[in-house]
């Protein structure tokens, strides 16, 4: 009877955490009662809600997979379905395996029952929408999007919504655009109803986007990243902030605002780590973007190199980087490939199969093809880039075709002709919002005008460009003189944001409310961080600055050992996932599906890969260096406990700091790039 109470309690503190947000203690709470046996099937679901909301996605998949089991033993079969649907779904969104997914639909196929429509069912209908959207059988896709939004409408609104986005990307490959958008439009509205949960709502926001960056529509997309980013400040959890983070990130990046997208993706790629896997390609490519446009070609390549080992497709972004270091050659056979035998991978913003997809390739095979004075090629690529700017009406993808045709009227001599396209191009990318697309395009210009002899509007056009490119690299990362004008004008009736120390207290001031708080290290890391806004901090260097000896700090990178890179459940899970896919492939053989064997067999290389790098030869784990992860453990620890004492002092002051202090290897304050937080430390 005394466990039972003990169970009891510790599962109600777990609940309440979780109501508040807390989720690290949630998971704590919930982990106890679990191992010492007190989680039945109701609280297993609860506990593996919490786990992936803490960041323990291996936890939440391994949890899931316990629950199907469980009620598949008790005869539960729709509940079990259920179960094997959330394996199915986690596998989908947050690793990007497919054959593992489609090895759980068809557990839970064999489960569901035909004649009845359950939640349960409209779920199994997404998980297999996206399922054959991202492995290019759109044809399936449409079916399976139509029974989701069915289903979904008479039992689960989340699954609706997500019908409907999946639908909506669908009608627009199919290139009713116009139809495609209201679509889409549709589905925004039915998640900023609020009556979808936070996972489903986040997922819906990202698939939106994803959607709509996709197809190169920028101006829709920013609104909705508007959208779910204040959404995300008090509902995030698991991977969605950091996925809005990397959409915020490809905004920025085309706004000319360097300097901060590679600021946000960087976090985006630490806060996306405990969940992605391969996926973690996608903001590692957007690093490498950003970076090429800041002239620094050994970081993206860096970025680009680590997207390809995850098994990313890393183009056209690393032709871009060979083109600009002069690897013309290379950079064409890299081109031509990833053209005419696309990486296998699936990609929420450009399904396979699709034209879209093929667009940014067609860009750079254009520029490097004029390079290389391969016009017949530059023209080719030129003509079809033209096309899909045509059949998806985007202003980005024609003011793309327009500078593509005037690169090759250039190359052939016709530097007329060129002047007008590139005239177009100017004009259409500053339209569209992009200044360093639109500095590009005066470059070339500037070529054209040269070349026809008219030096005063070469020499204009030159100076603009330089001028833009100018401010693109060196970009601060907030909106210094305006955001600087408007805070000094609220101080004169507010009292300011304020974080100081006075001997063994903290005086902190947050929306005129002041505090006092005992003096600790997590105040210190705090201090720290909130004096530097969107700058990072490894932890070493948060620790060594709060020590006596910070040389002595610095040499435990030297020492230690924080045990293997993957631990045993870990390698186990790896396991499981290589025999679904060992599976996968027989099938594929089997119905003669090559497209399908050659994306698993893709998908089995990247996770033996990932197995080879943490075990070494002879079956022994490989280790991690123990003090960045002793440090990362004992800052996160000390700051959170730091907030969680603010937060009893000030409510809103804790919710402030909860959503823009980022922990882990690299900690940071991010408060909104639209309003930072003007604190005196």
């Known amino acids: 009877m005394t466990d039972a109470t003990g169970d009891a309690s510790a599962l109600e503190r777990a609940r309440s955490a979780a109501a508040r947000g807390a989720w690290a203690d949630a998971y704590a709470g919930y982990l106890a009662a679990r191992e010492e046996g007190g989680l039945g099937p109701a609280e297993l679901a609860e506990f593996a809600g919490v786990a992936y909301a803490a960041g323990h996605l291996d936890i939440t998949i391994e949890t899931w997979e316990r629950l199907h089991g469980e009620l598949s033993g008790l005869g539960e079969d729709n509940g079990a379905a259920a179960a094997a649907v959330r394996v199915a779904m986690h596998l989908l969104f947050d690793t990007a395996l497919m054959a593992p997914v489609r090895g759980w639909l068809r557990r839970a196929e064999h489960l569901l029952d035909s004649a009845t429509a359950t939640p349960a069912h409209a779920w199994f209908a997404v998980v297999r929408t996206f399922e054959r959207l991202l492995s290019g059988d759109l044809d399936a896709a449409r079916d399976w999007a139509g029974r989701a939004i069915e289903t979904g409408s008479h039992t689960d609104p989340a699954a ?35 009556d979808l949960d936070p996972l489903s709502t986040g997922v819906v926001y990202c698939e939106l986007v994803c959607a709509l960056q996709g197809m190169a529509q920028y101006d829709l997309a920013e609104q909705w990243t508007d959208a779910m980013e204040r959404w995300a400040r008090t509902n995030a959890i698991g991977s969605l902030r950091g996925r809005c983070r990397v959409h915020r990130a490809e905004i920025l990046r085309l706004r000319g605002q360097c300097v901060n997208a590679e600021q946000q993706v960087l976090l985006a790629c630490e806060e996306l780590r405990p969940y992605v896997r391969r996926e973690l390609g996608w903001p590692l490519t957007e690093l490498g973007r950003i970076r090429l446009r800041r002239g620094n070609l050994a970081g993206a390549e860096e970025a680009l190199l680590a997207a390809h080992r995850l098994g990313w497709d890393p183009e056209p972004g690393l032709s871009l980087v060979r083109l600009a270091g002069g690897d013309v050659d290379t950079a064409a056979d890299a081109i031509r490939e990833a053209l005419d035998r696309p990486l296998p991978v699936p990609s929420k913003e450009l399904p396979p199969t699709s034209e879209l997809r093929r667009a940014p390739l067609l860009d750079a095979q254009v520029r490097i093809a004029v390079i290389r004075a391969d016009l017949e090629t530059a023209r080719l690529a030129a003509g079809e880039l033209a096309e899909v700017a045509v059949r998806f009406e985007s202003n980005a993808l024609a003011a793309s075709a327009l500078r593509a045709r005037g690169e090759v009227l250039l190359a052939e001599g016709d530097s007329a002709g060129a002047s007008a396209f590139f005239s177009d191009a100017v004009r259409a990318w500053s339209e569209v919002g992009a200044p360093y697309e639109t500095a590009e395009c005066r470059l070339r210009l500037a070529d054209a005008q040269g070349a026809l002899g008219n030096l005063r509007a070469e020499a204009l056009e030159r100076e603009a460009a330089r001028t833009e490119f100018e401010r693109i690299a060196r970009a601060p990362a907030a909106d210094g003189p305006q955001a600087q004008t408007q805070t000094e004008t609220e101080t004169d009736t507010a009292e300011p944001d304020t974080f100081v120390r006075e001997g063994e207290y903290w005086r902190v001031v947050f929306e005129d409310r002041r505090v006092t708080v005992r003096d600790s290290k997590g105040m210190h890391h705090l201090a720290r961080l909130l004096a530097a806004p969107g700058r990072e901090f490894h932890v070493l260097d948060l620790v060594a600055a709060d020590s006596d000896d910070p040389g002595a700090v610095a040499g435990l990178a030297r020492v230690g050992d924080a045990g293997p890179l993957l631990d045993a459940g870990a390698k186990q899970m790896y396991r499981r996932r290589l025999t679904e896919i060992e599976e996968d492939i027989e099938e594929a053989r089997a119905d003669n599906d090559i497209a399908r064997q050659e994306q698993t067999e893709f998908e089995r290389d990247f996770l033996i890969s990932e197995l080879a790098r943490a075990v070494g030869l002879g079956g022994r784990d490989r280790h991690a260096g123990a003090a960045s992860e002793r440090a990362r453990a004992a800052v996160t620890q000390a700051v959170r406990k730091a907030i969680g004492r603010l937060r009893e002092a000030s409510p809103a002051l804790g919710d402030h700091l909860d959503h823009t202090i980022r922990t882990g290897t690299y900690c940071a304050y991010v408060p909104d790039p639209h309003a930072p937080s003007p604190w005196s430390t």
């Open 160 to 194: 609706a919504a997500l019908g409907r986005v999946a639908q909506a990307r669908l009608v627009i490959l199919d290139g009713d655009v116009e139809r495609g958008l209201e679509l889409l439009d549709d589905a925004g509205t039915a998640v900023m109803s609020g």
